[in-house]
């Protein structure tokens, strides 16, 4: 089985998240709750958006939307919806193949901040990426947050989600993909590293960076440097620099 979506859903809130969800993948739309006073021209067009695709805007006080969204800025509308559908490792051998050139991937090692994977998501995206690689356990998965912060990206995004990062990072390099990670400690910048190959850029957690195992399996590591103060970036923000240094190059190429 080269995809899996299950029977999970997820709530989406917000104007912007809630049109990227009806753009890309408006036949997941299960239900759609409006406030229930008057509504402004952008939440008037979703729910007739919705009225079209066969579900009815059903009209909440705003305490109720509060509550469904757990005090997040819902901007009148929250949405539920079937959870995007995720790659298994052989769906994600199979795209990366298909690409007709060198691949780039995003491998995430047990990330916990769901804004900081809805903003990786939509950098792999801006960057263009072919996939996200996320282990499917001690990960922190695709939730509303993630999607709100994603803005449309969870769904333009392939995703995989594989039991084991490090098997899956062996398979990737049987396939031609060269696996480098990201740590501060690296002895070289990603300024020296050649980003044209068939790449998976690997990035480690928040707080705890790369494993040991992840490490180990790494073809080459780079640093990001740092000129100010802090000695190092958030995942989000380091994965934005790599992702677009790997797109300038090729670009360059």
Known sequence: MSSARGDRT???????????????????????????DALNPDLAALVSEAGQR?????????????????GAVHQGIVLRRRAPAALDLAGLRALLAATGRPPLVLALDHPQDPHNLGACLRVADGAGAD???????????????????????????????????????????????????????????????????????????????LRRLTRATCDAL??????????????????????YEARRQRLSA
């Open 131 to 209: 996939a996200v690689l996320l282990p499917r356990d001690r990960s922190v998965g695709l939730t509303a947050v993630v999607a709100k912060v994603a803005s449309g990206a969870a769904d333009s995004m392939p995703i995989a989600l594989v039991p084991n990062l490090v098997q899956a990072l062996e398979s990737l390099k049987q396939d031609g993909l060269w696996v480098i990670g990201a740590t501060d400690d690296a002895p070289g910048t990603l300024y020296q590293a050649d980003f044209k190959v068939p790449l998976v850029l690997v990035l480690g957690a928040e707080s705890e960076g």
């Open 54 to 70: 066969g579900v009815r805007a059903q009209r909440v006080p705003v305490a109720t939307l509060d509550r469904m969204s757990e």
């Open 222 to 243: 780079v640093a990001i440097p740092m000129a100010g103060s802090v000695s190092s970036l958030n995942l989000s923000t380091a994965a934005a620099v790599c992702l």
């Open 10 to 36: 997820l709530l989406v809130w917000g104007l912007h998240a809630s049109a990227a969800v009806f753009a890309r993948a408006a036949q997941d739309v299960l239900d759609v709750w409006v406030r229930d």
